[in-house]
């Protein structure tokens, strides 16, 4: 039973990783994607953000699939939806196909992998929901730094169409053949877990602490999808874009660094929060992205710092994937876990609105990007203070008055 569980988390996480490149690479195709349809930025990121939001509100519906098909049949058709998108998108010929393929056609397929190895993976480790779930995070932070250089390298080879075929067959056949050795654990496994206490998402959706773990887990979603998808952008206006580190171009080296940030953080600080706490371990995470969001404003002219400081931004953002799914189960139980942590999810859609046609929107208008990240950096601070000052009181009142079952 031992080694079958790592088994299934090391076909897992590379289920995961397969499917990571739509939203970490976006920012490679923007600035071609821009010239190609003719477009305003503003109007091209409406793409990341559909991606992201059809990623995030499937979530809570593929709870109730999940009920009538089996997880691997249901993850092996996301990883195939995922690659299509990418090949259908590579044959885009408005601006509206790109919407409905990349990001439409990409949410749905990225958010039925995304949920569905969470899900199941929590089930393999009923002891360690809260690794399993950073850890299959992980692999979905990380998996895009194997194909951000060679993404970089074919796109300025071959052009955005090819590139986008080839790679979107490759990520399916990498996915299915991982997830072709996904299972579930026993039947009593899986009975045993479901009968543990907890509260049923529709109390959850009643409580207003769930709304305040909503509000924030957005509202730092939003700095850290603001850098992901206008990363090219920032670069190429601070003037890195095309500036090399050792032979390297600063760009997709900065990218696959947030990447190896973005994945460590998740496994780290959700270790970290078991043994000093959720919302100490919040406050500590979030402040850390403020102040690498001013440091990086303020160094980004230098490539080196450019490269090092993005790395760092990612260090204390992507831990939002880890330390709110284990804080909302250690609030209200597991018996319903996965749908509470899906409807929880959906607050990164709302992020990526805000991080990404609004971001756009105003840098255009102000012509900067300092109000951006005057925004990213006041939502950071904001978020760190509510931590300690507003959903630690709130909890300890929540668990020590409220019966311990619905």
Known sequence: MQDAKWRQLVAGLICMAAISSPQYVWTLFTPTLKGEFGVSAA????????????QTVFSPIQGWIAHHIHPRTLIMIGIGLTGLSWVSAASA??????????????????????????????QWFPQNRGMAAGAAAAGYGMGAMVTTFPISHFLALWGWRPTLSMFGILMAAVGLGAAYFLKTPA??????NCNQPGYLTPFVLRAPLFWLMFFMMATMATSGLMVTSQLAQIAHDF??????????????LAMTLDRIANGLTRPLFGWISDRYGREQTMAFAFALEAIALLCWLGMAHHPVAFVLLSGLVFLGWGEIFSLFPATLT?????RDASRNYGMLYMAQGVGAIFGGPLAAWLHQASTSWYPVFACAIGGDILTAFLALAVLRPMRRHFLQNTPPSV
């Open 43 to 54: 109007a091209l990121q409406v793409t990341f953000s559909l991606l992201i939001v059809l």
């Open 330 to 334: 250690d609030t209200f139980g597991v």
């Open 187 to 192: 039947r009593h496994q899986e009975q045993t």
């Open 239 to 252: 003037g890195v874009s095309h500036l090399t580190i050792l032979g390297l171009s600063a760009l997709p």
């Open 93 to 122: 010929s408005s601006l509206t196909q790109l919407y409905l393929f990349y990001g439409g056609l990409g949410g749905i397929g990225t958010g039925i992998v995304y949920v569905g190895v969470v899900a199941l993976l929590m």
